[in-house]
């Protein structure tokens, strides 16, 4: 029998919806929910292609034991697995402490799955080592919307790419990393060709070509730009003095930092023309709707959160966020990003947006939880924790759903780290990742089209993921696997509440007690059940009990989740870093996405389809460097930054 199941994209960060066709349990082909607020039906070639995918040749589908690093594996039950896995994490952390074993796991994860992952490492063992891959994309905006508006929330949503009058693109690329996003923006063009786009971007990116003003500027230099556009601002009276006075604080300080960064100075720290500063900053100052779209360029940064409150200040000075239109909207990355980042699913954060750091949140969640408290010592966040794993501090780890070997920086020590480690498992949904090198133990996941639970995407939307197909072979839920090991786990450390603290038999019940979690919190979804989400459709946040929808967009009273309800200016300022040039490394390296790939590969790099716009990862470099280095079109070059070489 045919049927249609709603789902949605498991790549980046729009989340667009799907309809997935399944015929006698078959996956039989997919399209765009028409339906769904993100798409809107369309979708990109990842997303189109996803019904491609599901091919088991490449899935792990059994439990592993790795009898050898590098060598042979052997199948285990699930019994044998999970049992093994207990004793092993018991073990070391009766000899060693809680904070001897960690947990790295993935925006990928549905947000039931990042729950009971964080439950288990600050609810049950006590440790925050839990960290994300995330870490390394969305943590700069976190702190950069916390810093200034008091809360990690999004303002604005998808609908407000079409009402704005001028769209400052910053360190993103959305025609390519991002592409229904920039549909948008090219309808929005199309329906306004009064519209101005600003994009800012080092490289002439595919997103620039649509730009009326592309701002070339230096890597490293997003602050002096937005300090130079607010300088501009104020000399010309363009910044909205009564909304600033009205809402929010630190205005003055900020406004005395840059007085020093005329168009002059900056186009010497930007390498742009001066003019094209002041330009950028009265389209910006001048039109009725300003919004800013920004994602890893900001965020990929050793200032990533202060680029990220340089961009916020733009907004704060003008007034433009709270309205239709108008507001800094960071874009996530992968596709529930923004779900870890609910559940409190990094080293330093706790559910439903509370801070590890404050011990009024702390009891909170150990209340909710039914704990007498959770550690109040941060966790190591993901670079450090590879360099504990290396040096011994920690010395088992569980991986789920991220491939560290491949995409964490610093790839030699990375390795050497996962070959350091006591021991390595490793929850996936592939067989041949580079991780799985490393793993002691693999245990295999339910991948895309068959899972189920939530997401949520970079506008606050909340959608139900619905499961069209069976995993294959013994692969279980990632919920699931945590569950029935936390239990373990408890029984092998003589914690009678695990059974209390893990009681769930299925995703909503998780679902329910995470939704608790957000009751009178910024996020708080007291008003959604997977009831309403399946019969009225993705929502997005906040949704508190007794409302009949989501908020499009925040802050439309200009009352913000802080101590005295004031946005905040912070005093941010331009420095030489990481990404200045020496005579010894004279030029900057910046990584970017192709448009049909994603991440490691692992799915999008098994459907040959994906590969008929570029067949491989390429070096751009400008004709004059290539000249230089006797380079040509096509040649191979070797690459080297001082931590490592490539070539
Ligand atoms: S990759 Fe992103 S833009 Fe493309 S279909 Fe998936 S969610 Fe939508």
Known sequence: MQTEVKSTCCYCGVGCGLLIETENGAITGLRGDPEHPANRGRLCTKGATLNQTVNPTYRLQFPERRISRGGARQRLGWEGALDEAAERFAATIRQHGPDSVAFYISGQLLTEDYYVFNKLAKGLIGTNNVDTNSRLCMSSAVAGYKQTLGADAPPCSYADILQAKVIFISGANPAVAHPIVFRYIEDAKAANPDLKIIVADPRRTESAEIADLHLPIKPGSDIALFNGMLHVLIAEGLVDRGYVEAHTSGFEALAEIVKTYSPDKVAGLCGVPAEAIVQAARWFGTSDASLSLYCQGLNQSTHGTHNNAGIIHLHLATGHIGKPGAGPFSLTGQPNAMGGREVGGLANLLSAHRDLANPAHRAEVARLWGIPDVPAKPGKSAVDLFKALKTGEIKAVWIACTNPAQSLPNQAAVREALQAAEYVVLQEAYANTDTAEYADLLLPASGWGEKHGTVTNSERCITRVQPAIQAPGEARHDWEIVVDFARRLGEKLDR?????????????????????????????????????????????????????????????????????????????????????????????????????????????????????????????MHPCDMRHRGLESGDLAGVSNGRDALG
């Open 496 to 620: 009678t509440e695990a059974g209390r603290l893990f009681p769930y038999a299925s995703p909503e019940e998780i679902f329910n007690e995470h939704r608790e979690s957000t009751r009178g919190r910024d996020l708080d979804i007291t008003g959604l059940s997977y009831a309403l989400l399946e019969a009225q459709g993705p929502q997005q946040w906040p949704y508190p009990e007794g409302a009949s929808a989501g908020k499009v967009r925040l802050y439309e009273d200009g009352i913000f989740p802080t101590a005295d309800g004031r946005a905040r200016f912070v005093a941010v300022e331009h420095k030489s870093t990481a990404e200045a040039t020496t005579p010894e490394l004279p030029i900057s390296l910046l990584s970017g996405r192709m448009r049909d790939q994603w991440h490691g590969m692992s799915r999008t790099g098994t459907v040959p389809r994906l590969f008929n716009v570029e067949d491989e990862p390429l070096l751009a």
